[in-house]
């Protein structure tokens, strides 16, 4: 078997709608304010999807811009991963078979995988192992999410968290060293009705200080689990790219387990929470700014709903 060590991500895409809600303009429609958003989550407007727009095809323009900015030969992709909280459908067919119709791809194994905002993390290391085993060779791992039409848009607590937007990346093997060193995923599924689609609404609901709570201790433990286990230290991490879902979050997790804050990537500004897509939607601004250089060490975490974690380093 080949190892799992030169596993690497080659190429980043993503894809966020035209349409931009500001905190100004979602304080016209319920009681909050630009500063009370600011100040409380670090958000200063989420990008919105149109009403025909659906999560696959925010999928596939995610794709096509990783294909025209790293020239990408679609052809030679052999499988893809979907993860995201929001499909087309609701049981089937899977977002993953619909990316490939719209990529006009055909045969090989296209599937989604379901763990709320860690999502991405658990696809990612699905298929790091179908790539280990031979199953798949040039996976599409795609983050994908239109949270706008879960969210019940009268509940000010929830409704200016949240956006919609895709990120993918390109996961091959090569005869390079590094890629994919290592990865860790948990779940906490007692703290499940935590943040979940429920009601009549049929839209998010969530208990923010229990979320608040899980997320600054696992993102916290997360790293030192991935620095202990590959005896390094935080020193010798480049970035930490989290799931973008509070900035404060972040902060009171590097201040609780003393991590420099300036090693965590954030954008959340600008996309608000994207779930399964703020990871890859990250990377690929990170990379379009040329903040990740070869030989960095990166972590990946992410957090949310189910309730689920996860963490992956690697060596960009």
Same mark, same amino acid.
């Given at each position: ?12 895409? @993503? ?17 909050? @304010? ?35 900015? #790293? ?8 499988? +893809? ?32 995988? @379901? ?13 790091? %192992? ?36 895709? %990120? #993918? ?9 590094? %890629? ?11 703290? @499940? ?11 998010? #609901? ?16 997360? +790293? ?86 996860? %963490? ?5």
């Amino acid at each position: 078997m080949e190892t799992l060590e030169c596993i690497h991500i080659t190429a980043v895409g @993503s894809y966020t709608p035209q349409f931009t809600l500001t905190n100004d303009e979602l304080a016209n429609r319920v009681d909050t @304010s630009d500063e009370w958003i600011r100040s409380h989550t670090g958000i200063r407007k989420r990008h919105i999807a149109g009403t025909e727009e659906t999560c696959s095809d925010m999928a596939v323009k995610a794709v096509e811009n990783m294909i025209e900015t #790293c020239n990408v030969d679609i052809a030679k992709i052999d499988g +893809i991963v979907v993860a995201t909280a929001t499909p087309d459908f609701i049981g089937f067919p899977s977002t993953g078979c619909l990316v490939q119709q719209k990529l006009h791809l055909k045969t090989f194994p296209a599937f989604d995988v @379901s763990a709320g905002c860690t999502g991405f993390i658990y696809a990612l290391e699905t298929a790091r %192992g179908m790539i280990a085993t031979g199953t798949m060779h040039r996976v599409l791992v795609i983050g994908a999410e239109k949270l706008s039409s879960i969210v019940d848009w009268d509940d000010r607590n929830t409704c200016v968290l949240f956006g919609d937007g895709a %990120g #993918c990346v390109l996961l091959e093997q090569t005869e390079e060293s590094g %890629g994919i060193l290592d990865c860790t995923l948990g779940a906490e599924g007692s703290g @499940s009705a935590a943040l979940a689609v429920t009601g009549e609404k049929n839209a998010i #609901c969530m208990d923010g200080r229990a979320v608040y709570a899980f997320a600054v201790q696992v993102i916290g433990e997360t +790293i030192k689990k991935l620095l202990s286990d590959n005896n390094l230290s935080i020193e010798d991490i480049d970035w930490i790219v989290p799931h973008q879902a509070n900035e404060r979050i972040i902060s009171a997790c590097a201040k609780r387990f003393s991590l420099p804050q300036e090693k965590f990537f954030l954008n959340i500004a600008s996309y608000a929470n994207t779930s399964a897509a703020s990871i890859p939607i990250a990377l690929s601004e990170m990379v379009e700014k040329n903040l990740l250089k070869t030989g960095d060490k990166v972590i990946l975490i992410g957090f949310g709903a189910g309730l689920t974690y996860g %963490g992956t380093l690697l060596t960009w």
